[in-house]
Antibody, heavy 118, light 107 residues
Framework: QVQLQESGPGLVKPSETLSLTCTVSGGSISNYYWNWIRQPPGKGLEWIGYGYHSGSTNYNPSLKSRVTISVDTSKNQFSLKLSSVTAADTAVYYC????????????WGQGILVTVSS | DIQMTQSPSSLSASVGNRVTITCRASQSISNYLNWYQQKPGKAPKLLIYVASSLQSGVPSRFSGSGSGTDFTLTISSLQPEDFATYYCQQSYSTPRTFGQGTKVEIK
């Protein structure tokens, strides 16, 4: 059974960099698209981007200048870095697997609330 | 970006009712449309992928249809555990985009 688990700080100061890691267990990280999706409190879902085991990435243009997603096959982990955060970046951050670019997100982490505040 | 619009935004229904939620894309997305269920405090759960394929383990009372720009999610007989928020999502192009959600509440 594939499981995803997000980890990282729950509180980040404005202008700093948000860093999260998603650990994948129960399956290989190769040959899948690994995504980050966020949800501000009480609001809808926003796709941040994905990384692939080959190193290719694809980001939401609305966040592209601030986002980096990387995949570490040796650790079965992938990570998110979001720079220059503001209060608008406060959200629950989910990691999710996409088996094929045209399909849905079939496995999700439980989510981690990240609050941006001084 | 492809805009996804769901209707209604919320609905009230009784156990046993048939429920239909619609999703419209701002341009044709072929059949690259997925549906999710989200309960409070939980991650979304994939129900339907590529418009009409039932994800493994999802009850058969859930079904999806449509192609092009118009899609529907149908729950044939609403069960107590189905009260949740439902989202559509297009996987035709990036950035991936979601509908705003439909909250299904108990009548």
């Amino acid at each position: 059974q594939v499981q995803l688990q997000e980890s990282g700080p729950g509180l980040v100061k404005p202008s700093e960099t948000l860093s999260l890691t998603c650990t994948v267990s129960g399956g290989s990280i190769s040959n899948y698209y690994w995504n980050w999706i966020r949800q501000p409190p009480g609001k809808g879902l926003e796709w941040i981007g994905y990384g692939y085991h080959s190193g290719s990435t694809n980001y939401n243009p609305s966040l592209k200048s601030r986002v980096t997603i990387s995949v570490d096959t040796s650790k079965n982990q992938f990570s998110l870095k979001l720079s220059s955060v503001t209060a608008a970046d406060t959200a629950v951050y989910y990691c999710a697997r996409n088996p094929h670019s045209g399909m849905g997100f079939d496995y999700w982490g439980q989510g981690i609330l990240v609050t941006v505040s001084s | 970006d492809i805009q996804m619009t769901q209707s209604p935004s919320s609905l009230s229904a009784s156990v046993g009712n048939r429920v239909t939620i619609t999703c419209r894309a701002s341009q044709s997305i072929s059949n690259y449309l997925n549906w999710y269920q989200q309960k409070p405090g939980k991650a979304p759960k994939l129900l339907i992928y590529v418009a009409s394929s039932l994800q493994s383990g999802v009850p058969s009372r859930f079904s999806g249809s449509g192609s092009g720009t118009d899609f529907t999610l149908t729950i044939s007989s609403l069960q107590p555990e189905d009260f949740a928020t439902y989202y559509c999502q297009q996987s035709y192009s990036t950035p991936r985009t979601f509908g705003q959600g439909t909250k299904v509440e108990i009548k």
